[in-house]
């Protein structure tokens, strides 16, 4: 299984960038899939995840600013990232998980994003 996360870079605060995650290797359409994030010397957090069923959840930190989305016939899964501020730079890190049959989870390398003011 692989996860290919792309579409970091510096931009200055207020652009956009988008990110993508593209998986091989999984039946992609069953996974949940999340983008992470982890800024110098913090804990990794959750950003934002799209369900199977195509629901999607927010960390209140980019609600109204970001918005994530998957292409199942591409196996990818988007970050679009709007308005963005310095505080939104990190690593940003893809991950997949489903229960079905079992429960199995992967991680892709991270893409950093630097915001500057």
């Known amino acids: 299984v692989q996860l290919q996360a792309s579409g970091g870079g510096l931009v200055q605060a207020g652009n956009s960038l988008r990110l993508s995650c593209a998986a091989s290797?999984?039946?992609?359409?069953?996974?949940?899939m999340k983008w992470y994030r982890q800024a110098p010397g913090e804990q990794r957090e959750s950003v934002a995840m799209?369900?199977?069923?195509?629901?999607?959840d927010y960390a209140d930190a980019v609600k109204g600013r970001f918005t994530i989305s998957r292409d199942n016939a591409k196996n990818t899964v988007y970050l679009q990232m709007n308005s963005l501020k310095p505080e939104d730079t990190a690593v940003y890190y893809c991950h997949a998980r489903t229960v079905v049959p079992v429960t199995v989870s992967f991680w892709g390398q991270g893409t950093l994003v630097t915001v500057s003011s």
């Open positions: 799209i369900h199977a069923n195509h629901s999607t």
């Open positions: 290797g999984l039946n992609f359409r069953l996974y949940t």
